[in-house]
């Protein structure tokens, strides 16, 4: 059962930017520590950034840190990630999930996951 959904998605230049969005109808985001992973073709999936539930620190990996920016808007029930100076390498289905925390080495433990949004990064 899907219940996170993922928009944003696209094809872009090298160097440009792009604006995830995760939402859902049936979850109070709020309520949880949210993870972003990617996964590219041929590659395993990878946690990408995560923002907690309350207060904390969010993590990036250090393929996208000083890239790409996790962010929350309560009313909109959303969380963003914000992808800037976009390479090549970015170029992965996106997915947004409920995740059990946000450590400082990463996402932990997803559990409801979005369908994925499709990047990509290509002149």
């Known amino acids: 059962q899907v219940q996170l959904v993922e928009s944003g998605g696209g094809l872009v230049q090298p160097g440009g930017s792009l604006k995830l969005s995760c939402t859902s109808s049936?979850?109070?985001?709020?309520?949880?520590?949210i993870g972003w992973f990617r996964q590219a073709p041929g590659k395993e999936r990878e946690g990408v950034s995560c923002?907690?539930?309350?207060?904390?620190?969010?993590f990036y990996a250090d393929s996208v840190k000083d890239r790409f920016t996790i962010s929350r808007d309560s009313t909109k029930n959303t969380v963003f990630l914000q992808m800037s100076s976009l390479k090549p390498e970015d170029t992965a289905v996106y997915y947004c999930?409920?995740?059990?925390?946000?450590?400082?080495?990463?996402?932990?433990?997803?559990?409801?996951w979005g369908q994925g949004t499709l990047v990509t990064v290509s002149s």
């Open positions: 999930a409920t995740i059990l925390g946000c450590l400082y080495y990463g996402p932990l433990r997803a559990d409801s």
């Open positions: 049936t979850l109070t985001l709020d309520h949880f520590a």
């Open positions: 923002i907690p539930s309350k207060v904390g620190n969010t």
